[in-house]
């Protein structure tokens, strides 16, 4: 199912609904959001909202505009009674949002929902998938000393080559002698040689970008986590790192978007 009005679906759907949609572009990247089936969301009217807004100041739930009122999600029915109650253990989840204005919840919603082990049919232009830090991924338990120190090896390693493919564009692009001797020495050093390279003045200079060492989480959403039964600790982390990277991916796919428009349509006077 295509979704292009995340809110609508996420406030409208009930439990026999689909639990699954991709995004629609440009508003993403095109991700494959999966929604535990018995996750509703509820927009009360004011009057039936406090429980609701309770649920909310005490992290329970999580509270987000929707057209003149706010509505609430995670709940679940609340069998043999009317109304609802929370999802248990969102605490976790909930805190990871704490601080982000209302305009923002909804798109944290969003990222906790992105399967990130989804296989699309056509792959994406943008790739999605969350990478964990290799020294977070080792706290978690994901991976062993050794992996680590591999992965730290081959972001070195990538660091060193990357370096040496800018230090050689430069001399073939007539960069002064001086300049040169100053690149190869702050080789190895990133926040050195990252500056260095901001004071080309070229326009189209290569982008140097550090690598980093990190592992490609291999799991579902941070939602299907929690039903899965993870840690606290790990489903905080994991919901704020999707987020943070989901709004990376957002941005990326505007400025394809754009970019796509102006070379079909470029100026118009």
Same mark, same amino acid.
């Given at each position: 199912?295509d979704?292009?009005?995340?809110?609508d679906?996420?406030?409208?759907?009930?439990?026999?609904?689909?639990?699954?949609?991709?995004?629609?572009?440009?508003?993403?990247?095109?991700?494959l959001?999966?929604?535990?089936?018995?996750?509703?969301?509820?927009?009360?009217?004011?009057?039936? %909202?406090?429980?609701?807004?309770t649920? /909310? #100041?005490?992290?329970q739930? @999580?509270a987000?505009?929707?057209? &003149?009122?706010? +509505?609430?999600?995670?709940?679940l029915?609340?069998?043999?009674?009317?109304?609802?109650?929370?999802?248990?253990g969102?605490?976790?989840?909930?805190?990871?949002?704490?601080?982000?204005?209302?305009?923002?919840?909804?798109?944290?919603?969003?990222?906790?929902?992105?399967?990130?082990?989804?296989?699309?049919?056509?792959?994406?232009?943008?790739?999605?998938?969350?990478?964990?830090?290799?020294?977070?991924?080792?706290?978690?338990?994901?991976?062993t000393?050794?992996?680590?120190?591999?992965?730290?090896?081959?972001?070195?390693a990538?660091?060193?080559?990357?370096?040496?493919?800018?230090?050689?564009? %430069?001399?073939?692009?007539?960069?002064? /002698? #001086?300049?040169?001797?100053k @690149?190869?020495?702050?080789?190895? &050093?990133?926040? +050195?040689?990252?500056?260095?390279?901001?004071?080309?003045?070229?326009?189209?200079?290569?982008k140097?970008l550090?690598?980093?060492?990190?592992?490609?989480w291999?799991?579902?959403?941070?939602?299907a986590?929690?039903?899965?039964?993870?840690?606290?600790?790990?489903?905080?982390?994991?919901?704020?790192?999707?987020?943070?990277?989901?709004?990376?991916?957002?941005?990326?796919?505007?400025?394809?978007?754009?970019?796509?428009?102006?070379?079909?349509y470029?100026?118009?006077?």
């Amino acid at each position: 199912m295509d979704l292009e009005y995340f809110e609508d679906w996420l406030v409208k759907r009930t439990r026999n609904d689909p639990a699954a949609g991709v995004m629609e572009e440009p508003t993403s990247p095109g991700w494959l959001l999966r929604i535990p089936p018995d996750w509703l969301a509820h927009a009360p009217t004011p009057a039936a %909202a406090k429980p609701y807004a309770t649920w /909310a #100041s005490q992290g329970q739930i @999580l509270a987000f505009p929707f057209r &003149n009122r706010h +509505a609430y999600w995670p709940v679940l029915h609340q069998e043999g009674t009317p109304g609802h109650r929370p999802v248990p253990g969102f605490e976790p989840i909930a805190a990871a949002a704490a601080g982000l204005r209302p305009g923002q919840v909804l798109g944290f919603i969003e990222a906790v929902l992105i399967d990130w082990n989804h296989t699309f049919a056509e792959e994406p232009y943008l790739r999605i998938a969350l990478d964990v830090p290799a020294d977070q991924a080792y706290r978690f338990g994901f991976i062993t000393a050794e992996e680590q120190h591999r992965l730290m090896a081959e972001a070195r390693a990538a660091l060193l080559r990357i370096m040496d493919e800018f230090i050689s564009w %430069a001399a073939d692009d007539g960069a002064h /002698a #001086s300049y040169l001797d100053k @690149l190869r020495e702050a080789r190895g &050093n990133a926040r +050195a040689f990252q500056r260095l390279t901001r004071r080309y003045t070229v326009h189209k200079r290569p982008k140097f970008l550090v690598p980093r060492s990190s592992w490609t989480w291999p799991g579902r959403s941070v939602a299907a986590e929690l039903v899965a039964g993870s840690p606290p600790d790990l489903l905080q982390w994991l919901a704020g790192a999707a987020h943070r990277h989901s709004s990376l991916l957002l941005e990326q796919a505007m400025q394809a978007a754009w970019q796509r428009a102006f070379d079909q349509y470029g100026f118009r006077m």
